[in-house]
């Protein structure tokens, strides 16, 4: 299950924050536009990483990069913040207990997603796990 490159423990600490956002965000919304505190979460975000590639000296010149990395990270971008724009906008409207898992369906997409377009092929096992996690999902979303 965990591998030597450690690639675990980082997956497994972008699900703590990405739980940890969801409940700081349904705190944060209330009162005020979805937009805008996506907004103001995305400039946040910005200034932090950019502090941190200063301090751990990190920081390289961007425009050096190649073309093709600039199209794919910029829609790369674009879908992280259509995703962000509507997350925050079901946050306002629903609970976090139910938006947070509809949200990670993510998971299925991605590994659909993989397949189709980057030629990954998991194992039945793991193809078992994505249809747990999707069903998981659809009985969140089920109305009582």
């Known amino acids: 299950m965990i591998d030597g490159q450690g690639w675990f423990f980082w997956a497994l600490s972008s699900a ?4 940890l956002t969801a409940i ?3 705190v944060g919304i209330r009162g005020v536009d979805s937009d805008l505190a996506t907004l103001v979460r995305t400039v946040i975000i910005v200034a932090v990483l950019a502090a941190f590639l200063g301090l751990t000296g ?3 010149n961007p425009f050096v990069l190649p073309g093709r990395t600039w199209l794919f990270l910029g829609l790369s971008a674009l879908a992280t913040g259509a995703s962000w724009v509507c997350y925050f906008r079901a946050l306002q409207l ?3 207990s139910k938006v ?3 949200d990670k369906l993510s998971l ?3 590994a659909i997603f993989a397949f189709t377009f980057l ?3 998991p194992a039945s096992r793991e193809w078992f796990g994505i249809a747990l996690v999707a069903t998981g999902v659809v009985v969140l979303a089920l109305k009582r």
């Not at 703590?16 to 739980?19: D, E, I, R, S």
């Open 16 to 19: 703590v924050f990405a739980a």
């Open 24 to 26: 700081f965000a349904k």
């Open 58 to 60: 990190k920081w390289s």
């Open 94 to 96: 629903g609970e976090a």
């Open 100 to 102: 947070a898992p509809v």
């Open 108 to 110: 299925v997409l991605v």
């Open 119 to 121: 030629g990954e092929r």
